[in-house]
Nanobody, 122 residues
């Protein structure tokens, strides 16, 4: 089973930037479309961005133009560069299997990691 470990979150002021990382165990990572998700307090988990094994990407409308998803298959690692952060980006961010386009959902997921907290506040 693949294990996922998210890191890189923190407290940042509006307009600031953060770079999240997702480290995955197991070579199957490189074969799968992966995605970043987030869950704000009292809200359902939502998909933020997805990237195919070959590097094609999709973004939710709320983050398009501000966030960039990328991956390094040799390192079994995925990234989310977040710029121009807004208070509404505050959430716990998770990585897991994804599907493109984003309106679809995976039929199964890897076990969820602990996530990484992103707080955007002045």
């Amino acid at each position: 089973q693949v294990q996922l470990v998210e890191s890189g979150g923190g407290l940042v002021q509006p307009g600031g930037s953060l770079r999240l990382s997702c480290a995955a165990s197991g070579s199957i990572f490189s074969l799968r479309t992966m995605a970043w998700y987030r869950q704000a307090p009292g809200k359902q988990r939502e998909v933020v961005a997805a990237i195919s094994s070959g590097g094609s990407t999709d973004y939710a409308d709320s983050v398009a133009g501000r966030f960039t998803i990328s991956r390094d298959n040799a390192k079994n690692t995925m990234y989310l560069q977040m710029n121009s952060l807004k208070p509404e980006d505050t959430a716990v961010y998770y990585c897991n299997v994804g599907v493109r386009p984003l309106r679809f959902r995976p039929t199964e997921y890897f076990d969820w990691g602990q996530g990484t907290q992103v707080t955007v506040s002045s």
